[in-house]
């Protein structure tokens, strides 16, 4: 069942250790099958060594079990929320990269401050409010997707594919399950930018509209000019 | 005598090599042999590229050489101590690994700032305090033990397998040796998160104990649920 | 048409990568060739994995392209306006490396802290100033060219081989297109070594004009003594 | 001549290389032949894929080339009078690794603030006063040496093998080529962690003398108890 999207999930988990986000098995990615209407996921604390596309689990969108014989990854409920909030994507990926859950320990949005950040995402990345105790004691990974939709009321999660998910790391997502993963690897690096930005000017904040306007739809949209074809994410 | 274990802490220790905690000889390693109540250590000053299984030294409860040609860690009298005041524990890991001891040298605990930090410590890691001149001047060694188990007075070893000496860097220990070292791999992890969330909000904390209790408890102890066996550590 | 520069330039954008300046395709190279008066350059948003040396695009000194049938790196209009207003270069290199963005997202200049900044740099690394609206939204890439040889009104970009253009990044040049890379690594360098500068000492500043004179020009100009043969940039 | 110290030479600057202290050429190690009381060092300008044995250049006390078709290392004059004013050293490293630098650069001393530090240094590490304008205009590299010695007015050098030149960067020395670039990855992973522990304790100061010596002396001199022989460096 779902072969293919197996070996591809498969390969983005693999991706978040060859791009160095994750510390043993501090990550997991799925990805969503339209015509099934069901998403595969990373197995729950299994190691990237021995991790093999038929470990990977099969989950309806209501967070059930339709194939595997282990268990799915803890954050599988965040996975499926976030699917059906966003409908437009295809691909979850969650890190605990170090920059990106220093903003989030921070409680801090991740503002614009540069076209490295504006190529990829169109604005300021925010920060969700923290999860109240009754959010946390029941359905806590369930409502981890529900706080992140919050945060995303007047956000186009197409145009902003990332999240920091306060006092814990971040949420990416994208086309596909490594479009999300290359999503976290340009989250990390714009959050290390940030903080390496305000180490040397405390007052740094985000570039002018115009810029960032320029930048993202250079590379995003009907008009962008960047890369081979149109359309194409970097 | 403990070939098998021999084995464990040889590998336990070269893990220290692979995960980057050491440079040059900047580390060691031991685990505890519940039967013969005896632990086997790195030998002092031997660099990790010549090490043998066969070059690990069986030390007794006293501190003793029990058996092998060479010195054992100048720090074995630190194991022992945590062997006798921590029973449950199997494993001891000390590193100079940089962030951590920057943390030690700072005389800072390190608080719980996030999700990362509660999957694996239950709580501020806390930070010795200072040894005294005296308890320098003699016993240093089995002393630094000593100010660790004060600093645990009211802590469970097995919640917390992590500890900072003043001045000088971390401790770990766990189940057996390589638990140990994947704590140390943690702590180093979580004390350079720590730091970068305090260069991005200084005024950063510690996560409400709720969001604690549940990172914690679904990863350990009997209501865990997370990978694939219960109360499998990560 | 230029097949030997095709290598080169090839190989320039693959040191890019090699010296972990570059996430992705975050960067580009260029190199001239005098007698046609063409540069060849990367095409745009072609992994480097898969980049081979009839991949490069050849430019002519007015944008337009002269050979190739993938579409030029974006930023080649700020490559030709390099050229034409620097024509003693004969490379240049674009990164997003991350602590030269950082003072670039800063607004900062990098001032020449120490020897390592003197040996290659000739004094305060220039941030160019903000682009205008007008300037963002027509003939952007060209505009980033046009504000940097604004900053060097004053500046012998053969002495000053870098510049920071304020919220983006840097741009570095050379004799050609591999020099061009040298300078973006000693650039990403000596930024590091100015942000870590000022976080042990906040401040500290410029060196006396002496010793910067005494570091460029023993490695440069008729009496440089550093290397083996004089003019030997290192 | 001197073959065996030329590969010993050749050794060490090619661990500079493997221990991430350099880029590109800028470092470099000699070797003192205590019966011809003559130094080998690295030519000036080679890059580390290309150097061999051979390429090192045998220099005298008075820093003439004795033997050696390639110019010495610019830095051949701070060596020699390295050599002169310590008489107990067998080999001197230089380098530009960026913690190192970057103290320097903030013209600051690196105190002992942990173990890690005193294990290897016996107190703070000294940073020499700036060199005046004619110290710079004239016999430049020579008076570097002697601006060093200045700092070591009361300090033994056997003890304190590094220092931190200010506007510049780290010379260390020791037993051999090899000993002095052990002593240039220490400095460099004491300044990073130095600056680390400054980061989250801005009043981090040194640790007391009673434990500096505990540390120093149970590794170096006769009572020495760390490792498998007495007197042996870490």
Sequence with gaps: MLEKLKEEVLEANLALHRYGLVVFTWGNVSGRDRDTDKLVIKPSGVSYDEMKAEDMVVVDMDGKV???SLRPS????THVELYRRFPGIGG???????????????????????????????????????????????????????VIAEAFAELD?????????AQHGPFT???DAMDAV??????????????????????AGSIPQYLLDKHFFRKHGSEAYYGQEAKRRS
């Design 92 to 146: 979850v990926a969650h890190t605990h990269s170090p920059w990106a859950v220093a903003w989030a320990q921070a409680g801090a949005d991740l503002p614009c401050m540069g076209t490295t950040h504006a190529d990829h995402f169109n604005g300021t990345v925010p920060c969700t409010r923290p999860l109240r105790r009754a959010e946390v004691e029941a359905d806590y990974e369930q409502n981890t997707g529900t």
């Design 66 to 68: 339709a194939e595997g």
């Design 182 to 203: 290359i999503n976290s690897v340009v989250l990390e690096e714009t959050a290390k930018m940030g903080a390496w930005t305000r180490q040397i000017n405390a007052a």
């Design 157 to 165: 999660p197409l145009q902003m594919p990332a999240v920091l998910v």
């Design 74 to 77: 803890s954050d599988t409920p």
């Design 173 to 175: 997502w994208g086309s």
